[in-house]
Nanobody
């Protein structure tokens, strides 16, 4: 059974940093790209970053370029999102997502709040 479990969210001041983690159970982590999404109150869920299976290529939404870094450790079945220079508009629930050939898997999300 595939499960995604995020952690690392919290309250941080503007300009601060956080590192999110997503642990993926099941035997598919190394076979598909992994994504971070976020959803702010009243807004649609949006793609933040994506990383290929070997970690060699990453995609970033324009609103996080040069501030966020996605990485993965295939030995630990874990994908990370390093967030720096955080802004109040980064406040959202952050979700990990993985798609195989048949299903889309989501984690439960982790809340990130950027506020002074």
């Amino acid at each position: 059974q595939v499960q995604l479990v995020e952690s690392g969210g919290g309250l941080v001041q503007p300009g601060g940093s956080l590192r999110l983690s997503c642990v993926v159970s099941g035997n598919i982590f190394n076979r598909y790209p992994t994504n971070w999404y976020r959803q702010a109150p009243g807004r649609q869920r949006e793609l933040v970053a994506r990383i290929t299976t070997d970690g060699s290529t990453a995609y970033y939404a324009d609103f996080v370029k040069d501030r966020f870094t996605i990485s993965r450790d295939n030995a630990k079945n874990t994908v990370y999102l390093e967030m720096s220079s955080l802004k109040p508009e980064d406040t959202a629930v952050y979700y990990c997502r993985l798609d195989d050939l048949y299903y889309t898997y989501w984690g439960q999300g982790t809340q990130v709040t950027v506020s002074s």
